[in-house]
């Protein structure tokens, strides 16, 4: 099946291919013509992923799919949240958004130590964390969300070479490493957006 996913990031990409396996061909934005950015303005990242497969399928008229992915970190209230992407602001990379996000919690735990000090009462400060992805599908002109969650928490410091995005310094639940240190087939076999991909193709699937 050829199907168009609506994102130019190669790691994405690949992630995608791989999780969907045999039987799907995805087709870049940029190979039908779409070269601009796709908009992702919503409040949430199911908004975020509607939006971008309807632009797509606007254009193009064809099957298509979008992810979008959020990073809630309990410790910053959620953030970064429907904010993942842009975390340390427009254009900057994901190096940026990892510190910002280290900053961000070593400051957090700073002001609650300080309190502590004061005598005041504090919530623990915790390191708990997850990654929401939600895929919309676009067939046929019918649009149809699939979403998927992997808990974990934030390292202290960066550790692993693979993936992209937060992942050298997400650590999934039932691991002691983090995503950046899981094999692709380890990291598909457990994350968000393969759970969510998973549950895409198996739907797809049962429409053939």
Same mark, same amino acid.
Request: charged content about 25%; some cysteine.
């Given at each position: 099946?050829?199907?168009?996913? *609506?994102?130019?990031?190669?790691?994405?990409?690949?992630?995608? +291919?791989?999780?969907?396996?045999?039987?799907?061909?995805? %087709?870049? &934005?940029?190979?039908?013509?779409?070269?601009? #950015? %796709?908009?992702?303005?919503? @409040?949430?990242?199911?908004?975020?992923?509607?939006?971008?497969?309807?632009?797509?399928?606007?254009?193009?008229?064809?099957?298509?799919? +979008? #992810?979008?992915?959020?990073?809630?970190?309990?410790?910053?209230?959620?953030?970064?949240?429907?904010?993942?992407?842009? /975390?340390?602001?427009?254009?900057?990379?994901? +190096? *940026?958004? %990892?510190?910002?996000?280290?900053?961000?919690?070593?400051?957090?735990?700073?002001?609650?130590? *300080?309190?502590?000090?004061?005598?005041?009462?504090? &919530?623990?400060?915790?390191?708990?964390?997850?990654?929401?992805? $939600?895929?919309?599908?676009? @067939?046929?002109?019918?649009? /149809?969300?699939?979403?998927?969650?992997?808990?974990?928490?934030?390292?202290?410091?960066?550790?692993?070479?693979?993936?992209?995005? /937060? #992942?050298?310094?997400?650590?999934?639940?039932? /691991? #002691?490493?983090?995503?950046?240190?899981?094999?692709?087939?380890?990291?598909?076999?457990?994350?968000?957006?393969?759970?969510?991909?998973? $549950?895409?193709?198996?739907?797809?699937?049962?429409?053939?």
């Amino acid at each position: 099946m050829n199907i168009v996913f *609506a994102s130019g990031n190669p790691g994405k990409i690949r992630e995608a +291919a791989e999780i969907l396996g045999k039987g799907f061909q995805l %087709i870049t &934005p940029a190979s039908v013509g779409i070269t601009e #950015d %796709i908009p992702e303005t919503g @409040l949430s990242i199911r908004a975020n992923s509607l939006q971008k497969a309807r632009y797509i399928f606007d254009k193009t008229g064809l099957d298509c799919f +979008a #992810d979008d992915t959020g990073l809630e970190v309990d410790l910053l209230g959620g953030a970064p949240g429907v904010e993942t992407a842009r /975390y340390a602001g427009p254009g900057r990379d994901s +190096a *940026a958004n %990892i510190d910002k996000l280290l900053r961000e919690m070593e400051r957090r735990t700073a002001e609650a130590s *300080a309190a502590r000090s004061l005598g005041l009462s504090v &919530p623990p400060c915790g390191r708990t964390a997850r990654f929401r992805t $939600a895929v919309t599908l676009i @067939l046929g002109g019918q649009a /149809y969300t699939f979403d998927g969650v992997m808990e974990g928490r934030i390292a202290k410091e960066r550790h692993g070479a693979g993936g992209f995005g /937060y #992942d050298p310094v997400f650590i999934p639940d039932g /691991y #002691d490493c983090t995503a950046a240190e899981l094999s692709e087939e380890e990291k598909n076999a457990i994350s968000h957006r393969g759970q969510a991909l998973r $549950a895409m193709a198996a739907f797809l699937k049962e429409k053939r």
